[in-house]
């Protein structure tokens, strides 16, 4: 315990951080999560960045308050654009979009995997774009998709992705039998929202998450048939599919029959 406390999603991405020498938290807006580790003794230092400058002097202040103004690094700027190859071997990447967390690794991630990485990612929506993203251009980039949990903070679900050299992020995949047996059982649809990795570690969370997702596309599907057009009407079918895809598994974890 270090005095700091965390709400329960930046808890969750702060637990599957590696111990690391140098850590970066991008979008750290008032420097908790580096503070907090930094206190834990997990990473020697920490970079923070981030895009305002303003939301940066609050960073500031806090780390002044806190002694750890030397230890953590402060940075004005654009996702990973303000980091130099070889400086960091843990990139935290939390509270931001899924589609803008896959823009920042894309553009940048190809320029700093001189030295082992791992990567925390903590979406706050569209997780399997990250999830994907992970899958089809991790490998090839030294960050393989490792591990997956899920959190629940305020009644909303979260994603945490653990992805990078398996001997630094202290997580190892789901073998590849293993993954074609999980794929096999979900079918396409299921598949590609939920991924292998939640079930292979039976998350305890899952079955809550899949309830509040399907009512999450219930919903979406009312509103897009209220609104008559034909995209509103494509939206809602998949929607659909997707929630019966869904009602599925949820029956196969009720049952435990999966
Ligand atoms: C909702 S806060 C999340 C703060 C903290 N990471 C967390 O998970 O609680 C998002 C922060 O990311 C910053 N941000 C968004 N896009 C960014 C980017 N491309 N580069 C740096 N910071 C960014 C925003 O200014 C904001 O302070």
Partial sequence: MNGLRLPP???????????????????TERAVLPAFLLFEGRCQRAI???????????AAAELDALGLRDMCELRLGDGLSV?????VDVIVIA???????????????????SRPLALVLQPM?????????????????GVAPLAERLVVDAGRYYHVLV??????????????????????????????ELGVYLLSAGDPLLAGYIGWRRASLEHLVQRAAAGGSPAGVRRAMSARRLERALARIENLLRDKSW
């Fill in 83 to 87: 980091l130099e190859p070889g400086e």
């Fill in 48 to 58: 923070g960045v981030e895009r305002s400058a303003n939301v940066l002097r609050e």
């Fill in 95 to 113: 509270g931001i979009g899924g589609r803008l967390t896959v823009r920042l690794l894309e553009r940048d991630l190809p320029r700093l995997r």
């Fill in 163 to 192: 992805a990078g050299d398996q001997t630094i992020a202290g997580t190892a995949p789901p073998s590849p039998e293993k993954r074609a047996e999980i794929a096999g059982r979900l079918g396409a649809t299921a598949a590609g």
């Fill in 9 to 27: 999603r930046l808890a969750a991405v702060a637990e599957v951080v590696p111990q690391c020498r140098v850590l970066v938290d991008v979008g």
């Fill in 125 to 141: 929506s569209e997780p399997e774009l990250v999830r994907r993203w992970l899958e089809t251009s991790g490998h090839r980039l």
